[in-house]
């Protein structure tokens, strides 16, 4: 049994036949064409699903991950932000079943990121089902699962960590509020804080990181900051949630090396004893789980077991 798994996100659109026992048998990736709105974007899903078409595997189903809020009853974008413009409103699900002939299943793009570590990477076999995903890259997001299950919440935004307040009338967001999460822990607010209180103009992450391993002095202010806020972030999560284990992912786990240690000595200082584990899927995670989710459903359609 095969599926196609697709992520879509504002500079790529990413897919893959993967088999039931989660290999991926063929992948494809294009750029997102957010210049021509909702058309675009549309044409550049299509790219991706025809060119898997082509290999002539056999589909029983296509599950997909997007970007901003999602219906996953109705298959439907319900919000999305500018990083794709026109997106909301799209019915994914109806678009893609009148296309293909094929079942549709349609996700957050977060939601299937975890889906995807739950599946095949950092709890895979470790009978993990709470869980929360902690997402750090360019913002911050996330998601939660339940006994396995995805939660989505009354208006489909369940796992926007990012847009929890951390810090009361704090740096303003640009989704109008301040002092969210994202404005301390995601990697922009983290270049941002060490080029306006260093003397250092890094532009990417790992060079911050590399220069906090070096024992640079004025980047250790800034990191055992965001350490700190991070533990606290994590903290917060173990007492709201009380999952088995709690991911972080996203852009800034690759230079975990660096850091890692660090943030385990600082929860064990605060007595958080839940797992905390690095994701290891990467970039991929959005597809395995898109994946997951299609063969969760065909396999419950036809009564048996995964």
């Not at 500079?11 to 993967?18: C, E, H, R, Y």
């Not at 939601?111 to 750090?136: C, D, R, S």
Request: overall charge negative; charged content about 20%.
């Amino acid at each position: 049994m095969n599926v196609i798994g697709v992520d879509i996100g504002g500079t790529g659109v990413k897919g893959a036949i993967i088999s039931k026992e989660a290999e991926i048998l063929q992948e494809v990736k294009v750029s997102t064409n957010i210049a021509e709105g909702r058309e675009g974007i549309l044409r550049s899903v299509v790219s991706v699903i025809d060119s898997l078409f082509r290999n002539n595997i056999p589909i029983s189903g296509i599950g997909l991950g997007s970007a901003g809020r999602i219906d996953p009853q109705k298959g439907e974008v319900v919000y999305a932000t500018a990083n794709l413009p026109n997106w909301e409103g799209t019915n994914l699900k109806a678009f893609l079943e009148k296309k293909y002939e094929v079942e549709s299943y349609i996700e957050n793009d977060a939601n299937t990121a975890l889906l995807g570590e739950m599946w095949a990477g950092a709890t895979h076999k470790k009978q993990i089902e709470t869980v929360v995903m902690l997402t750090l890259g360019t913002g911050v997001g996330g998601a939660t699962a339940i006994n396995g299950k995805i939660l989505n919440g009354n208006k489909f935004q369940s796992g926007e960590w990012g847009h929890v307040i951390l810090v009361p009338h704090g740096k303003s967001c640009n989704c109008g509020k301040e002092g969210c999460i994202e404005q301390y822990l995601s990697g922009t607010a983290l270049t941002h804080a060490v080029r306006t209180e260093t003397e250092f103009q890094f532009t990417h992450g790992a060079e911050i990181f590399e220069a906090y391993s070096d024992g640079n002095k004025q980047v250790k202010k800034v990191i055992d900051r965001y350490i700190d806020y991070l533990a606290i972030v994590i903290y917060n999560i173990t007492v709201a949630i009380d999952p088995q284990a709690i991911l972080i992912g996203g852009g800034l786990i690759d230079s975990k090396a660096h850091w890692w240690h660090d943030l385990e000595n600082k929860l064990r200082t605060i007595d958080v004893t839940t797992a905390v584990l690095p994701a290891s899927l990467g970039n991929k995670a959005g597809m395995f789980g898109a994946a997951a989710m299609a063969l969760q459903h065909v396999i419950e359609k036809r009564g048996e077991s995964v």
